[in-house]
């Protein structure tokens, strides 16, 4: 069936490190792959995302990266900072376009 | 514009009873898709809908249903609820039939079923 797996579960990086975030998917004609960030109480929301004709994409301080031949795709958040604590999801746009396939998620903790 | 609202926040309810979540999507939007998410874990898709038909339905069992009105916003139901069913309830909607510019969340409806 359909699967995004997501690793690792944790990350603690020290305040102005890298943090990155890798994950693989099962199905080969998902081409649409959104990155979700989750604050404690809240939804979800949509911080980048990155489309199979594309190899990179960058938003300021985050940029995915997406191997289709491999089928992984990776967050990296550089110059990190204490608002980027909170728990990220990748996701894949399932091949019958109806839905979207959430990895576990990571729980990104800054320390100061 | 208002983004997408839930209701109820909480929600406490007894095993064997019924819920009803509401969900009112972004103007404009016409698809509304639901998920549930339990305790430490991904987003799990249950139904999309748009315009007033349901265009995907993930595995839960029969229990649980939805639908969408004129005016797009969406009600899921949840029959005989089950220790199991407590989770964040999650309501997402997209402008398209399908999520190909992905997502905007509501803030959730905590079910805690007793």
């Known amino acids: 069936g359909e699967n995004v797996e997501q690793h690792p579960s944790t990350l603690s990086v020290q305040e102005g490190d890298s943090a990155v975030i890798k994950c693989t998917y099962s199905?080969?004609?998902?081409?649409?792959f959104p990155w979700y960030k989750q604050e404690l109480g809240k939804g979800p929301q949509l911080i980048i995302d990155?489309?199979?004709?594309?190899g990179e994409k960058k938003d300021q301080r985050i940029a995915v990266t997406l191997n289709k031949t491999a089928k992984h795709f990776s967050l990296h958040i550089t110059e990190t900072q204490p608002e980027d604590s909170a728990v990220y999801f990748c996701?894949?746009?399932?091949?019958?376009?109806?839905?979207?396939?959430f990895g576990s998620g990571t729980r990104l903790s800054i320390r100061p | 514009d208002a983004g997408v609202t839930q209701s109820p926040t909480h929600l406490i309810k007894t095993r064997g009873q019924q819920v009803t979540l509401r969900c009112s999507p972004i103007?404009?939007?016409?698809?509304v898709s639901w998920y549930q998410q339990v305790l430490g874990q991904g987003p799990q898709f249950i139904f999309q809908?748009?315009?007033?038909?349901?265009?995907g339905r993930g595995n839960f069992p029969d229990r649980f249903s939805a639908r969408q009105f004129p005016n797009y916003s969406s009600e899921l139901n949840v029959n005989a609820l089950l220790l199991g069913d407590s989770a964040l309830y999650l309501c997402?909607?997209?402008?398209?039939?399908?999520?190909?510019?992905?997502?905007?969340f509501g803030s959730g409806t905590r079910l805690t079923v007793v």
């Open positions: 997402a909607s997209t402008p398209a039939e399908t999520p190909v510019y992905g997502y905007t």
């Open positions: 990155i489309r199979s004709n594309v």
């Open positions: 199905d080969s004609a998902s081409n649409y």
């Open positions: 103007s404009g939007h016409k698809s």
């Open positions: 809908y748009y315009e007033k038909e349901e265009r």
């Open positions: 996701a894949a746009l399932s091949s019958s376009a109806s839905k979207i396939i």
